[in-house]
């Protein structure tokens, strides 16, 4: 499985994981609802279990996955500090009109 994260978002979360004293806690990336072809996803720490899969990133940040939820490959979290900080979490491959079976 695969995640991709822009560098804000990177450097956002590992400062989220050390003020949070959130030590051996990965992000997890889930999915909140499935709405008609695409999914809205959120992030919370958490620890893997049996079911998950630690996706290691290129920004030396790691995110649990549900092995299970197909929602899940290929998601994509951005941060971006305009024009407002916001979180973008989305899954292109999952998007709009590409299905892919």
């Known amino acids: ?19 949070d004293g959130a030590e051996g806690k990965l992000f997890r990336v889930y999915v909140t ?3 008609g ?11 893997p279990t049996d079911n998950d899969e630690v996706v290691k990133t290129d920004k030396d940040i790691d995110f649990i ?6 929602y899940l490959d290929g998601v994509w979290i951005q941060f971006f ?8 979490i989305t899954n292109p491959s999952r998007g709009g009109h590409h299905h892919h079976h």
């Open 37 to 47: 072809d695409h999914a809205h996803y959120d992030l919370m720490l958490d620890t």
């Open 1 to 19: 499985m695969n995640v991709k994260i822009n560098r804000h978002a990177a450097k956002a979360l590992k400062k989220m994981l050390e003020e």
């Open 65 to 70: 996955l549900d092995k299970n939820d197909e």
């Open 33 to 35: 609802n499935i709405h």
């Open 81 to 88: 500090h305009v024009p407002k900080e916001e979180w973008l």
